[in-house]
């Protein structure tokens, strides 16, 4: 059974930062890519970014580039998502996402709130 769990989010000031983790299990967590998306409120879900299996990054979210990064442990079978100099339009609920041939399988998010 693949499970996502995701933790790391909470209030932050702007400018701020914060980590958050994916634990993942139920499936070889180092041969699949893994995601971050996020959802803010009345918006639909965006890929934050996307790390392959090696470990090669790609951002697809222009907002964050040069703020954010992502990187994975495959021997804890975690995927992290680094967030600096953190702004209120990135106040969303962020989940995990894995990508198994074509099916996806999400966490149940965990929510960052950026606010003064």
């Known amino acids: 059974q693949v499970q996502l769990v995701e933790s790391g989010g909470g209030f932050v000031q702007p400018g701020g930062s914060l980590r958050l983790s994916c634990a993942a299990s139920g499936f070889t967590f180092s041969i699949y890519p893994m995601s971050w998306y996020r959802q803010a409120p009345g918006k639909e879900r965006e890929l934050v970014a996307r790390i392959t299996s090696g470990g090669g990054v790609t951002n697809f979210l222009d907002s964050v580039k040069g703020r954010f990064s992502i990187s994975r442990d495959n021997a804890k079978s975690t995927v992290y998502l680094q967030m600096n100099s953190l702004f209120p339009a990135d106040t969303a609920v962020y989940y995990c996402?894995?990508?198994?041939?074509?099916?996806?399988?999400w966490g149940i998010g965990t929510l960052v709130t950026v606010s003064s």
């Open positions: 996402n894995a990508d198994l041939y074509g099916v996806d399988f």
